[in-house]
Every structure is written in structure tokens, then in C-alpha cells.
């Protein structure tokens, strides 16, 4: 089993441009996310789906978009990229939706926007 | 405000001593405190996951205590590896809510030979 895995690695883009962030899990979970990391600060959510066909708002939304393509896929796209969105982004996917559900991460896509 | 805070921000120790990670939080209603551990350029990986009546709960060399009265937890790290090396992040879980999990900013560890 490969986990959850995300794609690109790294991407560099210039302010206005678009792009997707791919994540797809292996593990049958029902729930997938998207975190955002950056230095000093803690992951901070994104948006998140509970299951298959729902997606929903995180703590920081604006400026991207999700969508859930089927149950392993999970997809996080930046129509017009800013240089606030400079940060490493990750993927994590768990059984079910609460508190004592473990989330699994992927290894991160780092994201600069100049 | 829930809130979740790690110290020390980072540590350097030698190969073969031991370290102990401290964090603090205000999240209530509290359910549950797991440490995950992160390795440079990789995305975190879950330690321990402990509950409200948990005090002490082992994962080979990582040891995590819970005092829910203080609302305080360490992370305990006996004869360090230099495998040991890296982000050690405090994420503790509300009781409610889908955006239940509030993450620590980490302790950077270093084991250095």
C-alpha cells in the first residue's frame, strides 16, 4: 500500500497562474483533507470531505477550490495564485469523520508563488 | 481560545541521552492528544494517540504522558537515535465539530553524534 500520495513534490508558479495539487489514498478511507503548513505556525485546514460527494470549508479557504473526484481521490486547486500561498502543502486521509479517527498525511507538495 | 502550544521551539541533544517535549493546551472540550512525528520534507506520522483517562501511554522509545487537569502533556524520548531527528507536533482533538484538530507549531529536534 502506498499510503496517501500527492503530486507534484514541488511547483513554482507566478502570481496569477493556476494550478491543481493531486492526492489520492490506497487505504479505502472515507475522509480526506487538505492542510496547509508554514514556518511557525501549526497546520492550519484548508477544506476537508467528510465522504464521498461532500466537500467542506476549513479554517483558511479563500483562494482555493476542492473537489472530490471519487472515493480515493481528493484534488486542491489555486485559480489565481498568490504569494501568500507560498507554504508546503499536505494531504491526509482517515476512516471516518471525528475527534478519534487518525489521520494519515501524504508527503507534502512545497508550493512558492513569485 | 483553543490553542496548543509547544516549547522547546527546537533542542539539539547528543546521540544516546534522553529529551523530554512539553506541551500545554486550552482546547475544550477536550477529546483526545496525539503526538505525530515529522521528518524534513515528509508529512507527519502519528506516535501516540491518548484519551481523557489515559495517563501514560509507550511506543517504543516515545513515552507521552496526559495530566488533563493541568491540560499538559510531554513527550518523552529515552537513549535518542539520530533517526530521532525531527519535528515532534502536539495535535490535541475537540470534542465536537469537524474542524476538531488543533496542531502545536512542533519542537525541532536534533540528535547530534
Known amino acids: 500500500n502506498a499510503g496517501v500520495t500527492q503530486t507534484p513534490k514541488f511547483q513554482v508558479l507566478k502570481t496569477g497562474q493556476s494550478m491543481t495539487l493531486q492526492c489520492a489514498q490506497d487505504m479505502n478511507h472515507n475522509s480526506m483533507y487538505w492542510y496547509r503548513q508554514d514556518p511557525g505556525m501549526g497546520l492550519r485546514l484548508i477544506y476537508y470531505?467528510?465522504?464521498?460527494?461532500?466537500?467542506d470549508k476549513g479554517e483558511v479557504p479563500n483562494g482555493y477550490n476542492v473537489s472530490r473526484l471519487n472515493k480515493r481521490e481528493f484534488s486542491l486547486r489555486l485559480e489565481s495564485a498568490a504569494p501568500s500561498q507560498t507554504s508546503v502543502y499536505f494531504c491526509?486521509?482517515?476512516?471516518?469523520?471525528?475527534?478519534?479517527?487518525?489521520?494519515?498525511f501524504g508527503p507534502g507538495t512545497r508550493l512558492t508563488v513569485t | 481560545k483553543n490553542q496548543v502550544e509547544q516549547s522547546p521551539q527546537s533542542l539539539i541533544i547528543l546521540e544516546g541521552k534522553n529529551c523530554t517535549l512539553q506541551c500545554n493546551y486550552t482546547v475544550s472540550p477536550f477529546s483526545n492528544l496525539r503526538w505525530y512525528k515529522q521528518d524534513t520534507g515528509r508529512g507527519p506520522v502519528s506516535l501516540t494517540i491518548m484519551t481523557f483517562s489515559e495517563n501514560t501511554k509507550s511506543n517504543g522509545r516515545y513515552t507521552a504522558t496526559l495530566d488533563a487537569d493541568t491540560k499538559q502533556s510531554s513527550l518523552h524520548i529515552t537513549a535518542s537515535q539520530l533517526s530521532d531527528s525531527a519535528s515532534y507536533i502536539c495535535v490535541v482533538a475537540h470534542q465536537t465539530g469537524a474542524n476538531n484538530l488543533f496542531f502545536g507549531t512542533g519542537t525541532r529536534l536534533t540528535v547530534i553524534p
Open positions: 491526509a486521509s482517515s476512516e471516518g469523520q471525528g475527534a478519534f479517527y487518525e489521520q494519515y
Open positions: 470531505s467528510a465522504s464521498e460527494g461532500t466537500t
